[in-house]
């Protein structure tokens, strides 16, 4: 059974940092794309970042250009979002997402999700 499991959301203000990561099993994670999507009230879900399988292709949203960093250790199964210079507009549920090899910015192109991590920046 596929699980991930993030982690590392909470509240923090603006211009700070939080660390949220991504914990997967029940698969070869080596061979899978992670993505992060976020979901804030009333809003669709929106792709904030991918990275592929081996970690050399990475792909950001616009709005989280030169703040947020994806990376992953394919050794502890994990793929990480640092997010810097946090906004009040990024606050939200952030969810992971995997598929095959190369990341997508198309939520319905993913196979699994975890529970999401709340993410709250006040200004």
């Known amino acids: 059974q596929v699980q991930l499991v993030e982690s590392g959301g909470g509240f923090v203000q603006a211009g700070g940092s939080l660390r949220l990561s991504c914990a997967a099993s029940?698969?070869?994670?080596?061979?899978?794309?992670l993505g992060w999507f976020r979901q804030a009230p009333g809003n669709e879900r929106e792709f904030v970042v991918g990275?592929?399988?081996?970690?050399?292709?990475?792909y950001y949203a616009d709005s989280v250009k030169g703040r947020f960093t994806i990376s992953r250790d394919n050794a502890k199964n994990t793929v990480y979002l640092q997010m810097d210079n946090l906004k009040p507009e990024d606050t939200a549920v952030y969810y992971c997402?995997?598929?095959?090899?190369?990341?997508?910015?198309?939520?319905?192109?993913?196979?699994?999700w975890g529970q999401g991590t709340q993410v709250t920046v006040s200004s």
């Open positions: 997402a995997s598929r095959d090899y190369y990341p997508s910015n198309n939520q319905y192109a993913y196979d699994y």
């Open positions: 029940g698969r070869t994670f080596s061979n899978d794309a």
């Open positions: 990275i592929s399988w081996s970690g050399s292709n990475t």
